[in-house]
């Protein structure tokens, strides 16, 4: 008896705690998506309210865009020439190696080029923010700025997000770029393709809108990565600690709305 | 003279902690008010409830006349602009090079050229104290120099009104007392009303009009420096004479 009365008391107590915790998840999700929402619509109202602070916009633009040149060389070029590689593999099965090239085009164009450039970026210049802006927030700096009547949000965010919004699309095009470019060499040196057939192969079959639709996908991650780096900066709390968790937070979330978003935005434009 | 900042009946907790509990302090015109108060009484708090960085729970907090939780956005933001207020720890931007900070309400609010702005900052550095240090950055600068910057950019807008959070902490004697000179000739010369926190007795006696002593909360006593000093509440004196036996360090004290 006694014992029956523990099991049912446990049990329900491990139902209610499960609840709980997935009452608690949708919680903070939601309520985190809404100050994400609401910090967006505040730097969009800043955007007309004010002036542009167009030195630090500058900065922040060379922040996201410039220092993230190398990486994303780096990475477009191995992600270029192992695309060649794997569609070569595949399509030599069947005779039809020639269309490797339209395959690397395609895949970077409208895939590979935007989410790669957006989650390196998320890494590396989400992560920045979010530091930055969780040191400031911990250290006062941000309150300081409250006390000498300068709006944080035109002063910090709107820059951050629209550097994010611009430089995304510019290091997208050059990802794009030196992944064809990679995937090129190694089929002409490596696997011996035919020049000329393999640059017609590239270009026969893209259209324009695949390239704009590329960089609007980019345009909307560059959006993600400051928009959350900048929020999870605002809310850090409890020092150094607190910053670090604002970092990782920073990368795991924006990494994730970038897939999930990247599946819907390619759902509905095409 | 004329009420300059007053505070009604202010509460303020964090999650279960009760910090202010129906706090009332009146600040006059022209007025320099040094609040004293054990450590994590809850000084900087009132502080920055006095300037709208944090919002009481409940009550009144009314600047020249207007209520301050009532304004929101761009009305709250240029209403800040009557203050200048020195944070307990420095707050400077670390991004920025010194004289940058110092001039920042200025580079941001005037049209003034980087020329002027940068000679204004010296000059306010210089009323601190220092020289020769404009293109330094905040992470070059000792504790006590960050502290005398972060007093020169309070102060560079000449506002109405000062708070001074811990303005003499981490310095030397010395360049603490020229750091009282500096705020009694900030009340004089410009008449500009002030509240300091401070635990430095030498200072607060120098600078105060009045003293006011903060406890469980409350604003327990206020008045003249001198008629603190001769109180007969056993908790201000126990504080005022900073000793370790009184009520305050008495668990079994009945209040
Ligand atoms: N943002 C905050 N979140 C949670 N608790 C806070 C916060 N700010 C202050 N507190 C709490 O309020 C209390 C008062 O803090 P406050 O900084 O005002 O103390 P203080 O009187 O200025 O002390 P000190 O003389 O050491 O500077 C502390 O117990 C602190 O833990
Ligand atoms: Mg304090």
Known sequence: MKIKEKLTSTDQKGKRSILEDIGRFFYTFLSEAGEIFILLCQAFFWLFRAPLKWKITLKQMGEVGVNSVPVTLITATFTGMVLALQSYIGFKRFNAETMVGTVVALSMVRELGPVLTGLIVAGRAGSEMAAELGTMKVTEQIDALYTLAVDPIHYLIVPRILAGIIMLPVLTILADFIGIAGGYLLSIKVLKANPVIYMRRTFDHMELSDIYIGLLKSSCFGLIISTVGCHKGLSTEGGAEGVGKATTGAVVLSSMLILISDYILTALLF | MDTIIELIDVHKSFNTKQVLRGLNLKILRGESMVVVGGSGSGKSVLMKIVIGLLKPDMGKVIVEGEEINKLSGRNLNNFRKKFGMLFQGG??????????????????????????????????????????????????????????????????????????????????????????????????????????????????????????????????????????QITSNPIVYQFITGSARGPITDKNYQR
């Open chain 2, 91 to 228: 707050a400077l931007f670390d991004s920025l090079s010194v004289w940058e900070n110092v001039g920042f309400a200025l580079l941001e609010h005037t049209d003034l050229s980087k020329e002027e702005i940068r000679a204004k900052a010296s000059e306010k550095l210089d009323m601190v104290g220092l020289q020769g240090i404009e293109d330094l950055m905040p992470s070059e600068l000792s504790g006590g120099m960050k502290k005398r910057v972060a007093l020169a950019r309070a102060i560079a807008m000449e506002p109405d009104i000062l708070l001074y959070d811990e303005p003499t902490t981490g310095l030397d004697p010395i360049m603490a007392d020229v750091i009282n000179e500096l705020i009694l000739h900030m009340k004089k010369s410009l008449n500009i009303s002030s509240l300091t926190i401070t635990h430095d007795m030498k200072s607060a006696y120098k600078i105060a009009d009045r003293m006011a002593m903060l406890f469980e909360g409350r604003i327990i006593q206020v008045g003249i420096p001198e008629k603190l």
